[in-house]
Nanobody, 123 residues
Framework: QLQLVESGGGLVQPGGSLRLSCSIS????????IAWFRQAPGKEREGVSC????????NYQDSVTGRFTISRDNAKNTVYLQMNSLKPEDTAVYYC????????????????WGQGTQVTVSS
């Protein structure tokens, strides 16, 4: 079964931290790039960060640089998004997505998606 499952979301106060996980089953992660996207209510889905096969990272939102860090553990078939110094504007449903070839912020190019995990930043 090909499956992507996000976890780790929740309610956190501004300035707090969360670590999102994306667990992949049904195929090996070695040959894929994986990205995190997010979608806030009433807004378009946007790319957050992507990591490729050799660990190169691309951030698609200047606002997350220095606060969010994407990483991958191929042995565990898991990708993480460490989120620090969270702000209310980070509130969104976060999705992980996988494709071959290179990283891109265009969501239509990704073949497989998780169900999303809600992140709410509020005091």
């Amino acid at each position: 079964q090909l499956q992507l499952v996000e976890s780790g979301g929740g309610l956190v106060q501004p300035g707090g931290s969360l670590r999102l996980s994306c667990s992949i089953s049904g195929f090996t992660l070695d040959y894929y790039v994986i990205a995190w996207f997010r979608q806030a209510p009433g807004k378009e889905r946007e790319g957050v960060s992507c990591i490729n096969n050799i660990g190169a990272i691309t951030n698609y939102q200047d606002s997350v640089t220095g606060r969010f860090t994407i990483s991958r553990d191929n042995a565990k078939n898991t990708v993480y998004l460490q989120m620090n110094s969270l702000k209310p504007e980070d509130t969104a449903v976060y999705y992980c997505a996988i494709r071959r070839l290179g990283c891109t912020a265009v969501s239509a190019w990704y073949n497989y998606w998780g169900q999303g995990t809600q992140v709410t930043v509020s005091s």
